[in-house]
C-alpha cells in the first residue's frame, strides 16, 4: 500500500510533470486564463493519461520494442478523440474555450513521457497510481495557476466576481503573465519539495 | 554464405510483416473504437451546433419559435455581397420572416445578420464579424448607426446622406454596411414573396455593381469603336519623361477608311500598389479616354477607378493639360477618388505620360495636331511616400 501512496505522490510534488520535470508547458501556459478551463484541461489530461497508460500496460508484452511509438500514438490518439468528441457533444462551452488544446494532448510530452519510461514496463496496478498521481499533479498545476489569473486577470473566481474590474491586471490574462505565475509556481514547488525531503531526512 | 544471406533476408521479410501487421491490427481496433464514440457522439454535437445557431437566431426573431434553413435554396451573391446562410422563422406553422447572414466588403469586410418580416421591413440586424478599423468602421455595428434600419423597408433607398446617416470619418464603412443590409434585405423580402406569399416589393434588386477591369480587347473596342487594330513595334511609343511608368504596348487604331482614328497605349506604373491602364489618344491631342486593365489597390479605395464614374472623366480631355490632382494640388484638374488620394495621382501620371508619348507619336508618324504644352509639360503629381 505505501508502495501505491509514493507511486501517488511521486507525481504530485516530488516528479510533478509541469514543475519539476518541466514538460508539457505549452497547453498549460495557454489555457490557464480560468479555472474552468484548468479544470477541464486537468481533467481531460487525466482522463487520456489513465486510459493510455493502463492500456498499454496490459498489452506490453504484445507490443513490439521496435514499433512501440508508433503503437503508442495509437492509443493516446484515440483515447485524446473520444475526449475530444465527448467534450463537443456534453460541454460544448468547454470544448470552445479549449479550442485546439484538447486535439494537442496527443503531443502532450507528459503523456508520451509516462507511457514510455513508466507504462510500458510496469504492471497495470502501479500504472494506474503513477498515472493518476501523474493526473492530478497536472491538474492542481493548473488549477492553482488558473486561479492566481483569473483572480488578478480577470478579477472572478470561477465566474463569480470578487475583485472590482478597476483593480483587475490585464497581464495576468495575457500570456507573459501565465510565464510569470508558472514562475511562481515553480519556487513554491522547489519550497514544498525542500520541506517534504527533510522531512523524509528526518525520519 | 549465399544461403545464410537469404535465410537472413527472408527473416528480415518475415519481422517487416509481422510488425506491419500488428501495427495495423491496433490501428484497427483503434478505429473501430473511435468509430463507435463517434457515432455515440455526432448527433448530439450535431444537435447542439443547431441550437447554438438557433439561439443567436432567436435573438434577431425572439417570436419565432422555430427556424428553417434554406441557405441551400437561397438566392446567389449579388455582386460582391455574398449571402452565406439564410432561415425562415416560423412561429407555429406559418413563416414570419427571414434572417439572412450576408458577408461583403466594407473598410475591411463584413458579415451581418439581417431580419425581414412579412412586410418587408427590416426588423433588426446584427454583426457577426467586422474586420474594420477599432472606434471608427466598428461604430456601423453600434448604436445609434445601426438603429436607424430597424422599421426601414427593403425598398427603401439605403443610401448614405438621403435615408442613412453616415458615421463622420467612417463613410466607406456606413455606405458598404447600408449596400449589404439592402441586399441582404431585398433578396429577403423576395424569397419571402416568392415561396411564402409575403408582401410583394417594387423595384428590382439592389444591383451592388462589380467592379472588373477591362481586358485590352474590350477597352480599345470601347475607346476605338469600329476601328481595326494593329500592334505598334515596341520602340514606336516609349516613356521618355519618367521612368517609374512603362508604356509596354502600344495599339494604332484604323478607321474603315484605313486612317489612324488613335493610339491605345497600355501604361504599367505604381498608384497604391499598382495599375495597368491602357490610354486612348486621338490624333487631334485629346484623350479617346481611359480604361482600367488591372489594379491591385485597396478594395473601396483605389479599386474605385475600375468605376465608369472614375474613368469615364477623362474622355475628350486635352493631352497638354496639366493632369494634377486635388486637393494636394489646389488648382488641379482632377478630382480625387474620395479616400484613394495616392491611387489617382498614380493614375493621372501614367496618364499624362501616355497621353504625351502617344500624341508625339501620332503627330510624327500620322500627322497629328500638335498640343500646345506648357513651357513644362513634365510637372507630374507628387506621390507621398506610403507608410
Known amino acids: 500500500m505505501k508502495k501505491y501512496l509514493s507511486l501517488f505522490t511521486n507525481g504530485l510534488i516530488k516528479e510533478n510533470p509541469l514543475l519539476a520535470l518541466m514538460i508539457g508547458l505549452c497547453s498549460s501556459l495557454a489555457v490557464t486564463t480560468s479555472i474552468a478551463n484548468g479544470i477541464g484541461m486537468g481533467l481531460a489530461m487525466t482522463f487520456v493519461l489513465l486510459m493510455s497508460e493502463i492500456i498499454i500496460s496490459l498489452f506490453r508484452k504484445l507490443i513490439p520494442d521496435s514499433i512501440r511509438i508508433p503503437v503508442f500514438i495509437i492509443v493516446i490518439a484515440s483515447f485524446t478523440t473520444i475526449v475530444d468528441l465527448c467534450m463537443k457533444a456534453f460541454t460544448p462551452e468547454l470544448s470552445k474555450a479549449m479550442g485546439v488544446f484538447i486535439p494537442l494532448i496527443v503531443v502532450n510530452c507528459i503523456i508520451m513521457g509516462r507511457v514510455e519510461s513508466f507504462a510500458s514496463k510496469r504492471g497495470i496496478d502501479e500504472v494506474i497510481f503513477d498515472a493518476l498521481g501523474m493526473g492530478v499533479g497536472y491538474t492542481w498545476v493548473l488549477v492553482g495557476i488558473s486561479f492566481v489569473r483569473e483572480l488578478l486577470g480577470a478579477g472572478t473566481v470561477l465566474g463569480f466576481r470578487l475583485l472590482p474590474e478597476t483593480v483587475s491586471i490585464g497581464f495576468f490574462s495575457q500570456a507573459p503573465g501565465g510565464f510569470f505565475v508558472f514562475g511562481l509556481f515553480i519556487s513554491l514547488n522547489a519550497v514544498l519539495k525542500s520541506v517534504f525531503l527533510k522531512k523524509g531526512a528526518a525520519k | 554464405m549465399g544461403e545464410a544471406r537469404e535465410e537472413g533476408e527472408g527473416r528480415k521479410m518475415k519481422t517487416m510483416f509481422k510488425l506491419s501487421l500488428t501495427l495495423a491490427a491496433y490501428a484497427v481496433v483503434a478505429c473501430v473504437g473511435l468509430a463507435f464514440v463517434y457515432n455515440a457522439t ?50 407555429g406553422d406559418a413563416p414570419i420572416g427571414m434572417i439572412v447572414q450576408a458577408t461583403g466588403p466594407t473598410y475591411k469586410s463584413s458579415t451581418l445578420l439581417v431580419a425581414v418580416n412579412m412586410n418587408r421591413t427590416v426588423t433588426k440586424v446584427q454583426f457577426t464579424a467586422n474586420t474594420d478599423t477599432p472606434g471608427l468602421g466598428t461604430k456601423t455595428a453600434e448604436s445609434p448607426f445601426i438603429d436607424q434600419f430597424f422599421g426601414k423597408k427593403t425598398d427603401d433607398e439605403f443610401k448614405t446622406g438621403a435615408d442613412v446617416t453616415a458615421i463622420s470619418g467612417a463613410t466607406i464603412s456606413s455606405k458598404a454596411v447600408a449596400a449589404i443590409i439592402k441586399a441582404a434585405a431585398w433578396q429577403a423580402g423576395d424569397y419571402l414573396a416568392k415561396n411564402h406569399g409575403a408582401a410583394a416589393g417594387s423595384g428590382s434588386a439592389p444591383v451592388v455593381a462589380e467592379l472588373a477591369p477591362f481586358t485590352l480587347e474590350a477597352g480599345l473596342a470601347e475607346l476605338f469603336p469600329e476601328c481595326s487594330f494593329e500592334q505598334l513595334p515596341s520602340d514606336a511609343i516609349a516613356n521618355s519623361v519618367e521612368r517609374s511608368v512603362v508604356l509596354s504596348e502600344a495599339w494604332l487604331a484604323r478607321s474603315s477608311d484605313g486612317s489612324a482614328a488613335g493610339v491605345g497605349i497600355v501604361a504599367k506604373g505604381q498608384t497604391y500598389k499598382a495599375s495597368t491602364l491602357l490610354v486612348g489618344v486621338l490624333p487631334d491631342a485629346t484623350l479617346a479616354g481611359l480604361r482600367v486593365l488591372a489594379t491591385t489597390d485597396s478594395a473601396n479605395y483605389g479599386k474605385e477607378m475600375l468605376s465608369p464614374d472614375f474613368y469615364s472623366l477623362f474622355a475628350g480631355k486635352s493631352v497638354a493639360d496639366a493632369y494634377l490632382v486635388k486637393p494636394s494640388v489646389p488648382e488641379g484638374d482632377i478630382d480625387s477618388i474620395s479616400g484613394a488620394t495616392i491611387s489617382t495621382q498614380g493614375v493621372a501620371n501614367m496618364l499624362k505620360i501616355a497621353a504625351y508619348e502617344g500624341s508625339r507619336y501620332l503627330r510624327s508618324a500620322h500627322g497629328g495636331k500638335a498640343a500646345s504644352f506648357a513651357e513644362d509639360p513634365f510637372i507630374l503629381n507628387v506621390i507621398p511616400e506610403q507608410e
Open chain 2, 42 to 91: 455526432a448527433p448530439i454535437i450535431e444537435a447542439s451546433a443547431a441550437n447554438e445557431v438557433k439561439g443567436a437566431l432567436k435573438v434577431l426573431f425572439p417570436e419565432a419559435s422555430d427556424f428553417t434553413d434554406v441557405s441551400s435554396e437561397f438566392g446567389g451573391p449579388s455582386g460582391s455581397i455574398g449571402f452565406d446562410r439564410a432561415f425562415v422563422a416560423v412561429s
